[in-house]
């Protein structure tokens, strides 16, 4: 027989749930692991989505591969892919387009590859900024260079957590300034 018993569900990326199992509270729960969902829960979930709004059947705005390259540009997260496909499908009805979106389409809005991913940014930067010895670098002087080399732009406090989380010491003088260690070479 099962009793009644309040249940407490967090949902958190593991970096967190490592932050939350320190605490004495939550470090007795067990830690359930979810997958990443593959491309037919993705199809399933826009068709889903396409279905609710229409009262007759609805003609499905994607082709399989767009489909797929949809999903693996959104990480297998369910929020960016419905983001990307609203955009997608905006620019569709822009252009009063009546077939199902390809690959190609997909290539003429600038949407067949992943983002620039911000710590590749961060260490294609300091690459580019380091010197046989250590030396301290002002954070404008990163943002700046991630911009030129990527064309990503990042926040400055942005920037300071990733350099603080690779261990890189900080001092403001009178801007936020990190001590680069010496390239290896």
């Not at 997958?35 to 399989?64: D, N, S, W």
């Not at 767009?66 to 540009?73: G, K, M, N, P, Y």
């Not at 294609?124 to 250590?134: G, P, R, V």
Request: negative net charge.
């Amino acid at each position: 027989m099962v009793e009644a018993a309040s249940t407490l569900i967090v949902f958190a990326t593991p970096g967190q749930a490592n932050l939350l199992k320190k605490t004495d509270t939550l470090a007795q729960f067990p830690l359930v692991k979810f997958g990443k969902p593959g491309t037919a829960f993705f199809e399933e979930l826009f068709r889903h989505r396409i279905q609710g709004t229409h009262e007759e059947e609805a003609i499905y705005p994607f082709r399989e591969e767009a489909v797929e390259q949809l999903t693996s540009i959104s990480g297998f997260n369910p929020r960016e892919f419905i983001r990307l496909c609203s955009l997608v499908l905006t620019e569709m009805w822009v252009r009063k387009m009546k077939e199902p979106c390809s690959l190609d389409f997909l290539k003429k809005l600038n949407i067949d590859s992943k983002p620039p991913d911000a710590n590749e940014a961060l260490e294609e930067a300091l690459d580019a900024l380091a010197e046989n010895e250590a030396r301290w670098v002002n954070v404008k002087e990163i943002q700046k260079t991630i911009l030129e080399k990527r064309g990503l732009q990042l926040d400055l406090k942005s920037i300071g957590r990733m350099l603080s989380a690779l261990g890189c010491q900080r001092r403001y003088n009178p801007d936020a300034e990190y001590l680069l260690p010496p390239t290896s070479s």
